[in-house]
Structure formats: C-alpha cells, structure tokens
T-cell receptor, first 114, second 112 residues
Framework: NAGVTQTPKFRILKIGQSMTLQCAQD?????MYWYRQDPGMGLKLIYYSVGAGITDKGEVPNGYNVSRSTTEDFPLRLELAAPSQTSVYFC?????????????FGNGTRLTVT | QKEVEQDPGPLSVPEGAIVSLNCTYSNSAFQYFMWYRQYSRKGPELLMYTYSSGNKEDGRFTAQVDKSSKYISLFIRDSQPSDSATYLC????????????FGEGTQLTVNP
C-alpha cells in the first residue's frame, strides 16, 4: 500500500514554461487535494476534488488547473510558470469530506521557477 | 489578519522537557481541530484530532481545545529527539469539512 505518491520530487522551471505535477493514491479515496506550502504561510489549498470528474477551487487557484478522470489520479497543471509559484506542492487524499477524516499526504514536489 | 495564528519558532528544548505548542484562531465556526507532524522533506501526518472543546491524550501527547478563547494547544511530555519536526495546527468547520485551514507550523528541535 503506497498511499499517496507524487512525482517528480524536484523540478526547476523557467518563467513561462508549463508542467504537470502528478499525484496518485491507492487507498480508493474519493477526496483529493492540492496544497502549496510556503515559508511563513502554512499550507494553502489550491484545488480539491470530491470524486472522478468533479473538481473545485480552493483558496489560491490562480495559475493552476486540475483534472480528475479517475479515482486514483489528480494531476495539477501549471501553465506559464511564474516565480510566485516557487513552492513545495503537496497532494493529499481523504476517505470522507468530514472534518474528522484524516488527510493522507504525499511527500511533496519542490518546484523552483527562475 | 490570518484565520489561524501559530508561532513559527524555532523552538529548541533539551531531551525530557515538556513542550507546549499553541495556535489561536478567529473563525468561531471551527469545530474540528488537528495537529499534524511534518518531518523534514516529508508530507504532514496526522498526530492528534479533537472535536469541539476538551482534552485528548495519546501517550506522551495531549491536545487541548478552548473554544471560548479560540485557543488550542499541544503538549509533549518527556520529549525525545525523534519528536524534532514541524508541528502544524489545522482546523475546519462543518461546512468546510476536510478542507482544512492550517497554521504556519512551529519548528521544534529536541536536543539529546
């Protein structure tokens, strides 16, 4: 049981380039999330999904897009990368949408945009 | 003003010390309160969960919630070097559910 797997672990992008951050989970969780973590700012929710085919914006969605074609996968797309998108990105999943359902996190993708 | 405030530290204590970590919040709708632990270069993992007010104990860890003061705490007794990590408080309400609002995290180092 691998849990939540994120790829790549590290990436350096030039301004204006695009990339997709991959996230996969093998726990059959319907709920999946993308957070970014910046020093002094904590974790901010970018996008979330309540099931295949259903996605919604979180607190900081600008500059990002997501899709959810299967229960297992929830990729995050960066179009036209900007230095402000330099961050550590975490994907997470949960069994239910209730507040007492723990989030299971991957180990993150460290992205630098220069 | 941030919805959840947490002192980022860093906090450095000797092995065996009692550690107190705290968060304050402004949203009175928050009902679910959690502490996540994050080791360096890893994702956060759930450490403690409390619903509404009260205390919860799990081994060396105690979580307290005081909704009247909008204040939550995590106590670590007999701290160990393996407790060295960043501790993030997180909370949500009935509407937000699993969409958590996180504090910025407190970096803790326990020295042998």
């Amino acid at each position: 049981n691998a849990g939540v797997t994120q790829t790549p672990k590290f990436r350096i992008l030039k301004i204006g380039q695009s990339m997709t951050l991959q996230c996969a989970q093998d726990m059959n969780h319907n709920y999946m999330y993308w957070y970014r973590q910046d020093p002094g700012m904590g974790l901010k929710l970018i996008y979330y999904s309540v099931g295949a085919g259903i996605t919604d914006k979180g607190e900081v969605p600008n500059g990002y897009n997501v899709s959810r074609s299967t229960t297992e996968d929830f990729p995050l797309r960066l179009e036209l990368a900007a230095p402000s998108q330099t961050s550590v990105y975490f994907c997470a999943s949960s069994y239910s949408r209730r507040g007492n359902s723990p989030l299971h996190f991957g180990n993150g993708t460290r992205l630098t945009v220069t | 003003q941030k919805e959840v405030e947490q002192d980022p530290g860093p906090l450095s204590v000797p092995e065996g010390a009692i550690v107190s970590l705290n968060c304050t919040y402004s949203n009175s709708a928050f009902q679910y309160f959690m502490w996540y632990r994050q080791y360096s270069r890893k994702g956060p993992e759930l450490l403690m969960y409390t619903y509404s007010s009260g205390n919860k104990e799990d081994g060396r860890f105690t979580a307290q919630v005081d909704k009247s003061s909008k204040y939550i705490s995590l106590f670590i007794r007999d701290s160990q070097p393996s407790d060295s990590a960043t501790y993030l408080c997180a909370m949500s309400g009935e509407t937000s559910g699993s969409r958590l609002t996180f504090g910025e995290g407190t970096q803790l180092t326990v020295n042998p």
